[in-house]
């Protein structure tokens, strides 16, 4: 069993920057981040595999969100600069233990989810 806890969300202004944490218990071989603004579906923008092989980041982040892993403290990170409302959204920190899974990357393909932090941009 893999437990996910996310911190770091909040509210910052457009242009702004925030650091989202994801503390992890048990081995996984790949762990992502979601967002699901209000109204809306849940939507990987950041996947890293525990290995290190290269992130994969949406379209809709690339260049501004950056993933990076602390195997030592077994937390995942999400480095969020040059925050746009359209940013806004719950985040979800989600791992899965099957490489398979993690090729795939959809919100079925992982077992592992926290219970999301709030990100709010405001213009």
């Known amino acids: 069993q893999v437990q996910l806890q996310e911190s770091g969300g909040g509210s910052v202004q457009s242009g702004g920057s925030l650091k989202l944490s994801c503390a992890a218990s048990?081995?996984?071989?790949?762990m992502a981040w979601f967002r699901q603004p209000p109204g809306k579906g849940r939507e990987r923008i950041a996947q890293?595999?525990?290995?290190?092989?290269?992130?994969y980041y949406a379209d809709s982040v690339k260049g501004r969100f950056t993933i990076s892993q602390d195997n030592a403290r077994n937390t995942l990170y999400l480095q969020m600069n040059s925050l746009k409302p359209e940013d806004t959204a719950m985040y979800y920190c989600?791992?899965?233990?099957?490489?398979?899974?993690?090729?795939?990357?959809?919100?079925?393909?992982?077992?592992?989810w926290g219970r999301g932090t709030q990100v709010t941009v405001s213009s």
């Open positions: 989600a791992a899965s233990r099957l490489r398979n899974r993690c090729a795939a990357g959809a919100v079925s393909d992982f077992s592992y």
């Open positions: 048990g081995d996984t071989r790949c």
């Open positions: 890293i595999y525990t290995s290190g092989d290269t992130p």
